[in-house]
């Protein structure tokens, strides 16, 4: 019963390094979703992909890249990293359609030098 | 973009107080959630809501959906020191396909022995 598994849970990296964030669901959710959260703020959407093969820009894409690997798994890509993106990183899934609500992994804590 | 606005940002209580705190926008939304989140981990669903009005129960948690679809209020009756964490509302649009939902700042909560 994992539902929503992020990898890793932590990380350190200079500027200018790049990283992939990996998200896999075992729920068999349609929609796949990254959000950053940062002190003070709501959740703020990165991107999303509303089903396998597609992906969209939510409210702060800048910066990053994402890939819909399959049904299960969405990742997230900092080409580039910058201390702007200093930020605690969730991975959230729903099924598609439905006004069922989303439901997020544990979080990736980044770290940019 | 759209906002959600919560408050308060953050209380002190005594444990075995009732807690209350609300979630306001501008804009109309069809679906309301309320989010409890603990150091070091993702949010975890409490509520969800889903018509004007409605008003649900969730053991000591009780929330509801404003009448105006504008706001909503989660209450928690006879706080205990789990309580303690922070708890999020988010709102989605029902011909929002895309977007998905969008989050509050949060409400700080502290439960003092």
């Known amino acids: 019963n994992a539902g929503v598994t992020q990898t890793p849970k932590f990380q350190v990296l200079k500027t200018g390094q790049s990283m992939t964030l990996q998200c896999a669901q075992d729920?068999?959710?349609?929609?796949m979703y990254w959000y950053r959260q940062d002190p003070g703020m709501g959740l703020r959407l990165i991107y999303y992909?509303?089903?396998?093969?597609?992906?969209d820009k939510g409210e702060v894409p800048n910066g990053y890249n994402v890939s819909r690997l399959n049904k299960r798994e969405f990742s997230l890509r900092l080409e580039s990293a910058a201390p702007s993106q200093t930020s605690v990183y969730f991975c959230?899934?729903?099924?598609?359609?439905?006004?069922?609500?989303?439901?997020f992994g544990d979080g990736t804590r980044l770290s940019i030098l | 973009g759209q906002q959600l606005n919560q408050s308060p940002q953050s209380m002190f209580i005594q444990e075995g107080e009732d807690v209350s705190m609300n979630c306001t926008s501008s804009?109309?939304?069809?679906?309301w959630l309320w989010y409890k989140q603990d150091p070091g981990e993702g949010p975890v669903l409490l509520i969800a809501l889903y018509k004007a009005g409605e008003l649900t129960s969730n053991g000591r948690l009780t929330a509801q959906f404003g009448i105006t679809r504008k706001d909503s209020f989660l209450n928690i009756s006879a706080s205990i020191p789990s309580d303690v964490g922070i708890y999020f509302c988010a709102a989605r649009r029902i011909n929002n396909y895309g977007q998905n939902f969008v989050f509050g700042p949060g409400t700080r909560l502290s439960v003092l022995p």
């Open positions: 959230a899934s729903r099924i598609t359609g439905s006004n069922q609500p989303q439901h």
């Open positions: 729920m068999n959710h349609n929609s």
């Open positions: 804009s109309i939304f069809n679906t």
């Open positions: 992909s509303a089903s396998e093969g597609t992906t």
